[in-house]
């Protein structure tokens, strides 16, 4: 029996109730969903199953090393832009066992470790996100190797994106051409709109995307819905918190090796990593070894990394990049210019994550212009 | 007189130099030769000369109580010694021959002399010499960063 | 971790971060710290290389760390490392007996491109462990001597304790087609042979530029300067091939250790032609 087809790029209205049954879907389906929550003052993404998990009625203000939690006027289930969590938290796990070995009298074995296979449901992810994604998706999975725990966990997971309706205090994904609007890489992507009745316009973006709509109580979605939804992402993307010229920026830092501003940044860089781990398109990475006190069962797993560690350079003699500055200049020379020659795009989606939770408040937007050497 | 001065005519070292140039040097010139084993000169000595090789190979040492360290071997159409161009004109190390060694020395005093008598001589000499050294200080400078070393 | 979690899997060749188990079969001493081992695969499969590549060499329990394989390709029979101790890892494979367990990963890498040498002349300019990545050319050139014209081997070593495969070299100048310069950069008053930096090798060895391919191997100062002796030589910068290195942790283009510029050491070298590093050979800090 065939089910019944929207009408091809067809988009619905559905109302809290209908988000509610989006996630029950999604767990029947086998998903573990995942979602904006409340903990510890910020919103992170953990597992909901219900919208009473959502942070409804809460805002984040961010500006450069500040990030705070503030109420809204209204109940708004995606009010907010993004926490210091990212999506790599499930596909590019912090910490992820490799193999584990063990002895077998005079033989040794190595065994792979099994991802147990866990499906994920992300809901809530923003296009700056949907970017970050794709650009990890480049790094892990269209190499001459492929990373075969993120390929595992990517090619199972579902994605229900958001478009934002708030532009974040730091933000600028206008600047990087990622956002506001979702264009591609969701199966589901929602636009909220609070005026005139609490609702969501849905599009589906694939055929499982489109199945699970068929399964959601909706309506079609009316003109001045369409129009609203419009609206409200063309309101966010003049309300960006910050902006960067991005065309040039490849040439211009490379040029700019010994500019002295990086002597400026590297006075007021600590080297905590924290950019680098709330970044979602960072991929550095380490591996450590350990074994049981009688060298039987040993394993190697492989974590997150910064390259703002003296380790992160080391070879035999010393670190290749000892200074800060040139930790500092590493890092964002890799993630705005020498990405896009390794990877075909930048690295940098202008979520704005580096600059909020940067204790000292280093500002990316602020850097360029500065080596630019003029106002933007 | 005329076998020096067609060696040190047709020597790389003395490339271009006017004929009338080779001449002059000339009258401060010897063929010398060292035997294995042999010193050309000591640490300390008065540097009176200096040695233009041409066949074989000369090390150039240094002596602490416990050893004996050679810093450099210099060999074919190499120059052994700039200590004759500097006050107090004291070789600061040994010279000794690998194996046999076929050398042009020059009276360091005489060359001096002529030299300050003709700058022009002079200039020729300098620009000669200069290169050389600089280069065997580049390389000098390379030896000691010890770049084979397991520390930085 | 618990090894209860861990799934019973036959080893995934798919999976390249899984180390394959080997076995040392063979270990010389050479220089002070300095070893060399012969590893065979467990389950007698051979391992095929190009010259310049290397291996991920696992301690299980220890690390892992990555070593030039420095055989002869053409031969079967195990693969060759030469590993100095200058670290946990590194120590704790020179410590290992014939016998003992290794997990090998790889080989990774560009590869030295000898065809480019075919019908011409070859430099091979190599100093202290550099040796080691550059021996594979010298072997591959002797599996086909007359498809090359003059081969030199220039050499540099700290001392003359310090030269490594000593006895190779001389059998090696027993042949009389080739040309081995051997220097030291320092040397106690019995040492007979050259003392001065390798790079004044280069002068000596009369290079016809027009027909050279140079390959360079050592620590990245002697590489520069190396490289600076060659292009005064008159040897083309497309003509010289160098091999970089860098801290490795996974060796195929993904922790992002081995960064340099735009380049991954793992993935894009560690061979590379000597213009298409440009500025990033003396480029500080990065």
Redesign the interface.
């Known amino acids: 029996m065939t089910p019944d087809r929207l009408p091809a790029g067809q988009k619905v209205t559905i109302d809290k109730t209908g988000i509610n049954a989006l996630l029950v879907a999604l767990a029947k389906r086998g998903y573990r969903v995942l979602g904006p929550v409340l903990h510890d003052n910020a919103i992170v993404y953990d597992d909901v199953s219900s919208v009473a998990d959502l942070p409804a009625g809460w805002t984040d203000e961010q500006s450069g090393g500040r990030y705070a939690l503030k109420r809204r006027s209204d109940g708004a289930l995606f009010g907010y832009a993004v926490g210091p969590q990212s999506w790599k938290k499930f596909l590019f796990p912090p910490i992820q066992t490799l193999w584990g070995a063990r002895r077998e009298g005079n033989g040794l074995k190595v065994l792979s470790e099994s991802d147990k296979l866990e499906r994920y449901a992300f809901v809530g992810v923003r296009t700056c996100e949907l970017h970050a994604i794709a650009i990890q998706d480049r790094v892990f999975l269209q190499g001459p190797y492929v990373d075969t725990h993120y390929k595992a966990r990517r090619e199972n997971s579902f994605i229900v994106a958001v478009n934002c309706g708030t532009a974040g205090g730091t933000c600028f994904c206008v600047s990087m051409h990622t956002g506001p609007k979702a264009e591609k890489g969701f199966d589901l992507a929602l636009t909220e709109l609070l005026d005139g009745g609490h609702r969501f316009v849905v599009e589906a973006g694939s055929i499982a995307g489109e199945e699970l709509l068929l399964e959601l109580p909706k309506r079609a979605a009316p003109p001045e819905d369409i129009a609203a939804a419009d609206a409200v992402v063309a309101k966010t993307a003049a309300a960006m918190g910050r902006a960067m010229r991005s065309d040039d920026v490849h040439d211009l830092l490379l040029a700019n090796m010994d500019h002295p501003r990086w002597d400026d940044v590297a006075g007021r860089c600590l080297g905590c990593t924290n950019c680098t781990m709330v970044c979602p398109t960072c991929f550095c990475m380490t591996v450590e070894d350990s074994s049981d006190l009688a060298g039987v069962e040993t394993s190697r797993s492989r974590r997150w990394d910064s390259c703002f560690t003296m380790d992160h350079s080391y070879v035999h003699g010393g670190a290749v990049r000892a200074s800060a500055k040139s930790r500092y200049r590493q890092w964002l020379t890799h993630k705005l210019a020498t990405w896009i020659d390794q990877f075909g795009s930048s690295g940098c989606v202008g979520c704005g994550r580096c600059i909020s939770w940067c204790p000292v408040g280093i500002d990316i937007t602020e850097e360029v212009a500065a080596i630019r050497g003029g106002r933007e | 007189m005329e076998g020096l001065e067609r060696i040190i005519r047709e020597h790389p070292f003395f490339a271009g130099l006017k004929d009338e140039f080779v001449e002059l040097i000339c009258g401060c010139a010897k063929n010398v030769r060292f035997e294995g084993g042999q010193y050309l000169f000591h640490q300390g000595e008065f540097a009176d000369q200096f040695y233009v090789v041409r066949a074989g190979r000369v090390a150039l040492q240094i002596n602490s109580p416990q050893r004996t360290i050679t810093i450099q071997t210099v060999g074919e159409n190499e120059i052994v010694g700039a200590s004759w161009l500097v006050v107090p004109y004291r070789w600061s190390f040994d010279a000794k021959a690998l194996e046999l060694v076929r050398a042009l020395s020059f009276d360091a005093a005489c060359l001096r002399g002529k030299c300050e008598d003709d700058h022009d001589l002079g200039y020729e000499m300098m620009k000669r010499f200069t290169p050389i050294l600089i280069q065997r200080l580049q390389a000098t400078r390379l030896q000691i960063l010890d770049v084979y070393g397991t520390n930085r | 971790?618990s090894?209860a979690?861990?799934?019973?899997?036959t080893?995934?060749v798919?999976?390249?971060?899984?180390?394959?188990?080997a076995r040392v079969a063979k270990k010389t001493r050479d220089i002070p710290?300095v070893v060399t081992l012969v590893l065979e695969m467990?389950d007698g499969s051979r391992l095929g290389f190009e010259p310049g590549q290397f291996n991920m060499l696992?301690v299980?329990?220890?690390?892992?760390v990555p070593i030039s394989i420095s055989g002869d390709p053409a031969k079967s029979g195990g693969l060759v490392h030469t590993v100095?101790d200058?670290?946990m890892v590194?120590g704790a494979l020179t410590r290992l007996a014939p016998g003992d367990?290794v997990?090998v990963r790889g080989p990774f890498g560009s590869s030295w491109p000898v065809s480019e040498a075919l019908g011409g002349d070859v430099v091979v300019l190599a100093?202290?462990?550099g040796l080691a990545p550059v021996r594979p050319i010298l072997y591959s050139l002797f599996n086909q001597r007359g498809r090359f014209g003059k081969i030199s081997l220039l050499y540099?070593?700290?001392e003359p304790e310090?030269i490594l495969y000593r006895p190779e070299l001389a059998k090696w100048r027993q042949r009389l087609d080739i040309e081995i310069q051997v220097?030291v950069?320092?040397?106690?008053?019995d040492?007979?042979?050259?003392?001065?930096?390798v790079?004044?090798l280069v002068p000596?060895a009369h290079v016809d530029p027009k027909q050279t391919v140079a390959f360079v191997c050592?620590?990245e100062?002697?590489m520069r300067?190396g490289c600076e002796a060659l292009l005064d030589a008159g040897v083309a910068e497309s003509s010289i091939y160098l091999s970089m290195?860098?801290?490795m942790?996974?060796a195929?283009?993904?922790?992002?250790?081995c960064?340099l510029?735009?380049v991954?050491v793992c993935?894009d070298g560690p061979v590379f032609r000597r213009d298409q590093l440009g500025h990033l050979l003396t480029?500080?800090?990065?």
């Open positions: 971790m090894m979690q861990t799934a019973e899997r080893v995934a798919l999976d390249p971060m899984l180390p394959r188990v710290k467990e696992s299980f329990g220890v690390g892992e100095r200058v670290g590194s367990i997990g100093g202290g462990l540099g070593a700290r310090e220097t950069d320092r040397a106690d008053a040492w007979r042979g050259d003392v001065g930096v790079t004044r000596k050592g620590p100062i002697m300067y290195e860098r801290s942790k996974c195929i283009g993904l922790c992002g250790h960064q510029g735009p991954f993935k480029a500080k800090e990065v």
